[in-house]
């Protein structure tokens, strides 16, 4: 039997999207911060709107700003691991990736669940398995605001409104830690449309860590691979 295919491969292999569940319950998930100038306002307004997030969180920036990161700590949010310094995965060697994920782990506080998202979510086999060995579960997502281009408010929750079901994970951005244009890391669209999500959403859902949505239904487990995208990589800057 293919070991990919298989249930146990699935389980141990797969790569989490959303939850099966009928509760109206919705994991916001933020990367690449945390941003000291974006990121309290995003607290801010995830506290007004009682609501809990997951942030995968850049290891470098993470020790820059210990502050921050105690902050979600103590508002209940849950903190995720991004790597070290932002690298795809798939370009580096095994030792590399390792010690990207491990760099990550020490600057964040340790946690029941050790969560995981590939940077740009670049991830082949190598890098699952490596992850795998370190003890963390994969969390990308299904519903993707692509935050990182210059949409505006309207823009980013025509994106993300339609598609909001129970069980959802949502990726957007706090901050951009490597970017196309100097411009896209103007995080206010994002700021805007999350406290409008919240407000338009509030009497439907509830927002939940991932790993509270872990607890209340069936994880979606998906092979998902997707190997660098070397023009890509090739124009960010930052
Ligand atoms: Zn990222």
Known sequence: MNLLSSRIGRKLLGTVTHVVTSEPLVALTF?????????????????????????????????????????????????????????????????????????????????????????????????????????????????????????????LLERVLPKVAPGCIVLFHDALYKFIEERYRDRRPTLQAVDALLTRLKDQYRFVTVPELLKRGRPRLRPWYKEADKDWVGKLKG
């Not at 306002?41 to 009682?50: A, G, K, M, N, Q």
């Not at 030792?95 to 969560?115: E, F, S």
């Not at 370190?134 to 823009?155: E, M, P």
Request: glycine content about 8%; hydrophobic content about 35%.
């Open 31 to 155: 990367d690449d911060g945390p941003h000291p100038e974006y990121t309290p306002r995003l607290l801010d307004i995830l506290e007004r709107h009682s609501a809990r997030a997951t942030f995968f969180v850049v290891g470098e920036a993470a020790e820059r700003q210990p502050k921050l990161i105690e902050r979600m700590a103590r508002s209940g949010h849950t903190i995720g691991n991004h790597t070290w310094d932002h690298p795809s995965m798939p370009l580096l060697s095994g030792a590399q990736r390792r010690a990207q994920v491990r760099r990550c782990g020490r600057a964040i506080p340790p946690q029941g669940i050790k969560l995981f998202r590939p940077p740009h979510g670049h991830q082949n086999l190598a890098s699952r398995l490596d992850v795998l060995l370190l003890g963390y579960q994969v969390i990308a997502w299904n519903i993707s605001a692509s935050d990182w281009l210059d949409y505006d408010r309207d823009q």
